[in-house]
Nanobody, 119 residues
């Protein structure tokens, strides 16, 4: 059974920081691309950042220079360090694990963790 469990969300003031974590089980973690997505009320889920199985990282333009993704293959975890948070970062943040094998993509999602940036 695959599980992705996020933690670390909460309420923070503008300019503050949060660190999200995602613990994975039931998958060969090191073989998966790991991503963070967010979804604000009334909006579509969007990619925030992704780190592939080889360690290559991409960020959405809106978070470049403020957010940092990292992975620990020994602990089957991926982290998202969020600095200089803005009210527009408010959303539910989801962890995603994805992999393509033989042309078939498999993907798994966590349950999400709420991040609220407000004074």
């Amino acid at each position: 059974q695959v599980q992705l469990v996020e933690s670390g969300g909460g309420l923070v003031q503008p300019g503050g920081s949060l660190r999200l974590s995602c613990a994975a089980s039931g998958i060969s973690f090191r073989r998966y691309d790991m991503g963070w997505y967010h979804q604000a009320p009334g909006k579509q889920r969007e990619l925030v950042t992704i780190i592939n199985s080889g360690g290559t990282i991409n960020y959405a333009d809106s978070v470049k220079g403020r957010f940092t993704i990292s992975r620990d293959n020994a602990k089957n975890t991926v982290h998202l360090q969020m600095n200089s948070l803005k009210p527009e970062d408010t959303a539910v943040y989801y962890c995603n694990a994805g992999r393509v094998v033989g042309g078939v993509r498999s993907a798994y999602w966590g349950q999400g963790t709420q991040v609220t940036v407000s004074s």
